[in-house]
């Protein structure tokens, strides 16, 4: 059936938000008398108790950590939940990783007759090995400029073509063609694509077997200062693999506008002449005529982390199966600050994982759906979105029957919002649903006011998308029914200022959280419908997505 009756709770969120057709002062009021517990009333100390002291920040493979999974676990189990494994009655998914700790690297050298100065560490570039080894060397290899690094048929780009860039060293433009012209005929426009990423062009110069690959740094198109990429530790995280990561080049890294500049003065030019260069339609791969060499020295570790999965077993086609997603991980705590420690993040994202528990609790009171619900609580997204990429090579159903999912990562504190904005707006029919639950609520869906950023690309529904899975990602909005766009914005600046990924991240008494129980109950229905319905979500055409969902077409028939 393609509507389905909503569920008590929630009902009783769109009742108290008013049809579309009444007065705004009427609607204004309705919204201001809904409370905490309009949605589920527990919402508020699963938001409390998860980004407590006692949990120590939630990071990878801790004691915090540990809590935290436990903490999940158990309700799930108290709520009937069935378990990710049921021959251990056992709601983990273990997720094995990593730790790659760089100690000491070198200078970026050059060798050639107008070959530029070497590069200093951090100041002018930043570079590690993915590989798990104590020392990678990169030795006189040729250095290429390869425009975007970009191999996209669905756009006829092929930045590589004809070029055998094997043991050599490639240097790209950050983002994507699309962002640097405007033209909304040419990739997506000014919304970043997947392609634009810079860690699909590692992936990318890996599969081309580059031996070493830097990304060019620029404010603007990547969205953020150099001291982003060099200013944090360069620790990282990845997946554990058999083949030691040895598919990837030995070297990944950035280098500031400066550094390219430099280097494209071997060739007579500067970055803006090579951009123009690599947008010309006419592009071929250039040769800098220099030889580059580097050196990382290499630390690393084995440790395990859990994803957190339970779901409700559907009636009629238990296979096919919606999915909701909240990542429980965050950073831990850092012993060096003695006045906080403690890195608890409240809102990115113990409001996500608040609202995975509270839908599960809600969806498990009944009636059971016709197909199963998943309730995905992932772990080291902070780290490189790899739980949620541990759980897209191993499902727990097969991904060609999932029907669509939702990922929840950093929810709505600060009140009723008249609007709900969409992450990678126009992507999917899956804001079709959205739309329309929100238009209930005397609300509107405007797209992301960043696009070119690509935060879409940046949380853990992009695991899942990349597997064909249309995914929503959608957030409380900004124009306050009370208080207006200008005090909302006002709110998040501070908070990016002050304590996105900063131990002031922490929960306040004073939040208003009737926002998140108007989002929680738009996504509580859309999963309610898609889970009792025929409906199969869709990427929208041309959507970098779209070939992998439909070669996965014949499981759906």
Known sequence: MKYVILGALSLSVLAACGPANESNKETDKAVADIKDSAFNPNYRDYLKTLSSDEFEGRAPASAGGEKTVSFIENNFREWGLKPYDQENDSYRQPVPLVKLMPYKV??????????????????EMMAWTPRVVDEVKVENSDVVFVGYGIVAPEYDWNDYEGLDVEGKTVVMLVNDPGYATGDPELFNGNAMTYYGRWTYKFEEAARQGAEAAFVIHETGPAGYGWGVVAGGSPVRFDLKRENKNMDRSAIEGWITE???????????????????????GEFKPQPLNIEASLT???????????????????????????????????????????????YN?????????????AMAEQFAKGPQPERSIVFAAVGAEESGLLGSGWYASHPMLPLGKAVGGINMDVMNVYGPMKDMVVVGYGNSSMEDYLKRYVKAQDRYVAPE???????FYRSDHFSLAKKGVPMLYAEGGNDH??????WTEEQRAIFNRDAYHKPADEFDENWDLRGVQQDMSVFYSIGNELANSRDWPQWAPGNEFEAVRKATEDMRK
């Open 258 to 280: 400066e550094s390219a500049n430099a280097l494209f003065a071997t060739v007579g030019k500067n970055l803006e002449q090579m951009r123009e260069l690599a947008l010309s």
């Open 345 to 357: 993040g409240a809102q990115d994202n113990a409001s996500g994982t608040a609202a995975l528990m």
């Open 481 to 486: 029914f009370e208080k207006g766009r200008e």
């Open 106 to 123: 070198s200078s970026l050298n050059f060798d050639g007759e107008s070959a530029p100065e070497s590069m200093k560490y951090r100041t």
């Open 449 to 455: 006011p960043t696009p070119e950023v690509g935060s």
């Open 296 to 342: 990382v020295q290499n630390k690393f570790e084995y440790l395990d982390t859990n994803n957190v999965i339970g779901y409700i077993e559907g009636s009629k086609y238990p296979e096919e199966h919606v999915i909701y997603m909240a990542h429980h991980d965050h950073l831990g705590t850092d012993p060096v600050r003695e006045d906080d420690p403690i």
